[in-house]
């Protein structure tokens, strides 16, 4: 006993000393030494034990529950059996005699130990373990123990890790199973008596969602007193229903009581603040689940002390945690839908109570009591929303016993009166999905369709104006003006932006359904604030050469501020409905669809004309980015709409009336060449760009070319080299202008394109464009801006190879043709600049768009010449400099090249095929040594692409397979070639699963999955008798060893797909093998683990045995492990 009094206060000592600031990390090394040591000793749980039952010290008390829970977890088929069943009597009798005074985290630690031991040894050697947890439930004083202890066997045993066997672990899972009723009932109970005992002040809730609000809501704001030791107990209650919910299958133990009683608790959320003092926490922890720290002792909860709101608020959070876990079942038996409807109601009801502003004792409006409510609950309510909209609305619509018209009423209102943005954008996520419900059911039944949309029209045409106004700052300022409009996020938009994209797909949404009702909601807002930017021009005063806008008074300012950032929204508005008035219903809508562009038009040639962004103002540090976003808008507008002016373009050409037309086309051209300058704003440079680009692309009219205001444009690209454009814009203007040349105008026949003179005029301005870069010195090194210009000329011919990829050939032709001179000067520019990685990056960025987009056009014989220049570049030196330079630009080059040999060898017929032997040596002898052993991520992902496209698009270069013998299917002998070099291909693939990398893991494993698709690769006698089996082998390793879990599902698929190719050897041979050579097994297991893994055929039952044999294997190994030395093995 002496002894074991010294030890504990040595040991308090160390870890006093273990946790001091003052300890240095080598003595810190030292004692971690020690106690891992004294934890390692045979019987160290003896003096635990002595520890934990007389110390107080909290670190004493962890370190030995850690080395409880190190003896259960990892070593507990060693320990004997009366040991064990010391453990199974000493650690519960603990707990019941000191929980009350234990900090919960030690107490809920302890619990954790006797779960484990419950995992491992219950209901075989510890039968009473799960009856004594229910009968703690079931006691008054110790309710919250049995709580904690359900909870955590809800935790541990369905989900439990690698330390049980599969057998194992479906078993507790069935058992459990088995318990589930009385479990449910008991907490039932639990819930029922608290509410009986302290709902004397509350209404019930209605027995149908269809009663009018006034009458069920009556008396119904009284909130509900309850004691602190009540709220604790239910809060843990709800918390175990919570868990279990996750996993039990819905079934008829979960009764109507039940759910009613879980609604009650989700009241709790909706209920405004009293006027309280707050509750002192228990061990000074806030957390959901830690106020029955001292398991209902310890003064927690004393009588008479009430819950305060937070208390109150986190029962209703976790009821509605509770529902959530329900609703998001999406597998519901036929005889469950009745209680689905009733969960329905119910949350109908609290929807109700939520919305409600007609009470006589109410005088909150609906967003301040919103506001007072707890931001978790309105986040699990409108969780549940969204679940009940995207998973059952299908099944409870038809039920004539919801009131869905009703239902989306009380939704609008919640909705419209949230207290913060994100919330709002949450619901309005909710009207997306059902807007997208809406149209579905509408396409599927295009009979009844008018019927449906009735229905919801009056709905729909609300929602509409609401989301409307929402993105008003003349209605909304205050709040509009607190998004960030800064900030860009991961998806390049800031606060403001994702605000208004979101709301403008609903509104495009509805306009989807209700196309006249949204143009003429929308229309008459777009004019109101159209008009006061139209107007501005009386208020521009001149005064010598410079122009001022006479708007200065405060107010007026605000106005024009307000109304120049929703013209701004409207426009984009405008511009995201264009879709709906292009193809089948261009006829149909054409009147609309004029109105808008033709007022577009207006406005963009207004805002050129008058060019406000130049003009003086009051406060330009706000109005001058307004004008200047209207205006850019008003642009992006009209470019939205230029699918719709390219069918009305193909339609005036069947007519021969193109006056209407062109006078757009013209007009157009009118409000964007003046802006492309470079004195413009960047914003607005950039959309006039941009809609020059769609209008030579998209739109082609015929006559585009010859309109002045486009040749001013040709004129200042070709001639003006001293006022360059941003390097952005130049790009777009470039493209543009080349695209006019090269595109076939729709809708006339081959003999009316003008191709011969389009072609001299295309090459007369590339010859512009490239006539400082073909001028280049040689070697360049004396030239000041040489590299500037290399880079900006290759920015451009790069940009206009790349639009022009998918077009037909003859604009290819032309294309190549007015380039062939500076791809020569860029080939002989390639060798004088190897040593610089950025320019050379740049070069092959530009081989990579030609090979892409012209490779037919520039013939083999120059393609040759080209891909052999690069090879004889990139010797195994120079390689390895770029390569190890990682992220750099020199690792690029070598990217960019090895995806130009990408293309290469995917070009089909025998083009390029002398050039294989080639490429494949560069990567099986030079690249691959270089990266094998090394990370290179972005390297190696390029080269094992480049080995997989050889091997997929090049099969017969390896394998001669007569047509005859594959059609006779006969066993000949196969025929191969370059044996040695596939043969190195399959070991770099196979070495790469070897190494952590999980992205080339996941590729390669792709690429080896394809190749057998399409070529039976593991079909191949080479490699099922070669390879087959270390494949499988190397896939197995990787399960085991947990390396790469987030592919557990592609590596099995794989493993089936090698497997498959001989079902019968993979049982009978390799698994035998496999096991023989896996180190910590005993020839029992062996046996086990072979007999376990049932020869099936099909893909889900081969699953379950690789998942069995691995999660087995691990077992085995961990119970070997933990045998005392000598353990006779039976």
């Known amino acids: 006993m002496a002894s074991e009094e010294s030890s504990l206060r040595a040991l308090e000592s160390l870890m006093t000393e273990f946790f001091h600031s003052c300890t240095t990390n080598d003595r810190k090394r030292e004692i971690e030494e020690l106690l891992n040591s004294f934890a390692g000793q045979p019987g160290s749980w003896r003096h635990c034990l002595y520890f934990l039952s007389n110390s107080r010290n909290e670190y004493v008390m962890m370190y030995s529950l850690t080395v409880f829970e190190n003896l259960v977890n990892k070593m507990w088929v060693g320990v004997a059996s009366e040991d064990k069943a010391e453990l199974r009597s000493c650690l519960p009798k603990l707990l019941l005699s000191q929980h009350a005074l234990l900090p919960f985290f030690i107490r809920n630690k302890l619990c954790k130990v006797i779960v484990d031991i419950g995992r491992q ?85 209605p027995p149908s969602p269809t009663s009018r609000e006034s009458g069920v809501l009556s008396g119904d704001n009284t909130a509900m007193l309850l004691e602190a030791e009540s709220g604790a107990l239910c809060l843990l209650a709800l918390e175990c229903l919570a868990h279990l919910f996750s996993w039990i299958p819905l079934s008829s133990s979960i009764t109507p009581s039940l759910l009613a009683s879980i609604f009650h608790f989700a009241r709790f959320g909706c209920q405004q603040p009293i006027k309280t003092k707050p509750l002192p926490t228990s061990n000074g922890d806030s957390a959901p689940g830690s106020h029955p720290a001292n398991g209902g002792g310890g003064g927690h909860g004393r009588t008479g002390q009430m819950v305060g709101h937070a208390e109150r608020a986190r029962l209703g959070i976790m009821a509605m945690n509770c529902i959530n876990e329900l609703m998001c079942k999406n597998c519901v ?150 998004l960030d409009d800064e900030t860009l996020d991961d998806d390049q938009q800031t606060e403001w932006q994702r605000y208004l994209r979101q709301s403008l797909e609903v509104v495009a949404r509805v306009m989807e359904l209700l196309p006249s009702q949204t143009f003429s909601v929308l229309f008459p807002v777009l004019q109101d604030d159209l008009d006061v930017y139209l107007g501005l021009q009386q208020f521009i005063v001149r005064s010598g050469t410079s122009r001022r ?91 939205a709409y230029s699918h719709w002016l390219a069918q009305f373009c193909g339609e005036v050409q069947r007519q021969q009336d193109q006056t209407q037309f062109m006078d757009l086309i013209t007009s157009s051209m009118a409000a964007t060449t003046p802006l492309i300058n470079a004195k413009v704003p ?58 006019m040349m090269l595109l076939p105008w729709p809708s006339l026949p081959e003999a009316e394109q003008q191709w011969p003179n389009r072609s001299s005029n295309h090459t007369r301005l590339l010859s512009s464009l490239t006539q400082q870069y073909r001028l280049l010195p040689r070697p360049p090194n004396h030239h000041p801006n040489s590299k500037a210009v290399i880079q900006q000329t290759l920015c451009v011919l790069k940009d206009l190879v790349d ?103 995917q070009e089909p017929g025998q083009t390029f095929k002398p050039l294989l032997p080639s490429i494949l040596s560069l990567c099986l002898d030079q690249v691959y040594p270089i990266v094998a052993e090394r990370s290179c991520p972005d390297v190696k992902a390029e080269m094992f692409e480049l080995l997989f ?138 046996t086990t683990l072979a007999r376990n893994f049932t020869p099936e055929r099909d893909l889900p039952s081969f699953s379950q045995g690789v998942y069995r044999i691995v999660n087995d294997l691990r077992f085995y190994r961990l119970c070997n492990g933990s045998l005392p030395p000598g353990t006779l093995k039976l």
Request: aromatic share 10%; charged share 20%.
């Open 803 to 905: 639009s022009i990829s998918g077009e037909a050939t003859k604009s290819r032709q032309i294309c190549y043709h007015s380039l062939q001179e500076s791809v020569q000067v860029t080939l002989a520019l390639f060798p004088l600049f190897i040593q610089q990685p950025d320019v050379t990056d740049e070069m092959l960025s530009f081989f990579l768009t030609l090979f892409q987009a012209l490779r037919v056009q520039m013939g083999v014989a120059f393609t040759e010449q080209i891909i052999q220049t690069f090879l004889s570049m990139f010797t195994r030196e120079q390689l390895a400099v770029s390569i190890l330079q990682e992220g750099s630009s020199g690792s690029k080059v070598v990217q960019k090249f090895l995806k130009i040999l990408q293309v290469v060898v």
């Open 682 to 739: 960047e914003k607005l440079l950039l959309s006039a760009c941009h809609l020059l680009v769609s209008m030579a692309t998209t739109v082609r009219p015929v006559f585009l070319v010859s309109l002045p205001a486009v040749q001013n444009i040709f004129n200042l690209i070709t001639e003006n080299h001293n006022h360059r454009l941003p390097q952005e814009a130049h790009v777009l203007v470039c493209r543009a202008l080349s695209n």
């Open 121 to 205: 040894d219950w209901p075989m050697f510890y039968h009473d373990f799960f009856s004594n947890t229910l009968q703690l439930v079931q006691s008054p004083s110790l309710a919250p123990l049995g709580l904690v202890l359900l909870k955590m066997t809800s935790e541990e045993l369905v989900c439990p890790r690698e330390d049980l066997s599969v057998a194992r672990k479906e078993e507790l899972k069935k058992l459990l199973l088995d318990q589930i009723p009385t479990v449910l009932n008991l907490l039932t109970g639990i819930l029922e008596t608290v509410w009986d005992k302290h709902s004397v002040t509350v209404t019930t809730p």
């Open 333 to 482: 038996p036929v005889d469950f839908e009745e209680f689905l409807l009733r969960m329905f109601q119910q949350t109908f009801y609290l929807l109700q109570r939520l919305t409600n502003t007609h009470s006589h004792t109410n005088t909150h409006t609906i967003k301040s009591r919103l506001q007072e409510l707890d931001e978790s609950y309105v986040e699990k309510f409108t969780d549940f929303l969204r679940l009940f909209v995207s998973v059952h609305l299908r099944r409870i619509e038809s039920n004539a016993q919801f009131p869905l018209v009703e239902f989306l009423a009380l939704l609008f209102k919640y909705t419209f009166n949230q207290p913060s943005h994100e919330g709002y954008l949450a619901c309005l996520d909710i009207w997306s999905i059902f807007l997208d419900y809406l149209t579905t059911k509408i396409r599927s039944r295009l009979a009844d369709s008018d019927s449906v949309i009735n229905r919801y029209k009056d709905a729909l045409v609300l929602l509409l104006r609401e989301v409307l106004n929402r993105i008003q700052f003349r209605l909304n300022q205050s709040q509009l003006e607190e």
């Open 949 to 1086: 496209q050889i091997l997929h698009q090049n099969w017969r270069f390896f394998f001669k397979s007569s047509v005859l013998s594959s059609v006779q299917r006969t066993g000949a002998e196969e025929l191969m070639e370059n044996q040695a070099q596939f043969i190195a291909a399959m070991q770099a693939f196979g070495q790469s699963f070897l190494q952590p990398d999980i992205h080339i893991f996941k590729q390669n494993l792709s690429y080896l999955e394809v190749l057998n698709t399409k070529h039976k690769l593991y079909h191949r006698k080479l490699f099922r008798n070669a390879m087959l089996f270390h494949f499988i082998n190397v896939l197995l390793q990787v399960l085991l060893h947990k390396s790469h879990d987030l592919l557990q599902d592609d590596i099995t698929l794989a493993l089936y797909n090698m497997a498959a190719v001989d079902f019968s050897a993979f049982y009978s041979s390799f698994l035998p093998e496999f096991l023989n050579g896996c180190q910590g097994l005993d020839p029992h297991q062996r």
């Open 549 to 639: 806008l006479n708007i200065t008074a405060e107010a007026d300012c605000r106005k024009l501020h307000c109304a120049l950032r929703d013209l701004s929204s409207l426009l984009q508005a405008v511009g995201r409905l264009a879709e709906f008035f292009t193809g089948d219903v261009f006829n149909a809508r054409f009147n609309d669809a004029l109105a808008i562009v033709q007022r577009l038009v207006e406005v963009s040639c207004y805002g050129s004309q008058i060019s406000l962004y130049d003009v003086e103002m009051a406060v330009p540090s706000v109005l001058k980015p307004d004008l200047i976003d209207v205006h850019a808008q008003s642009l992006a507008a009209l470019q």
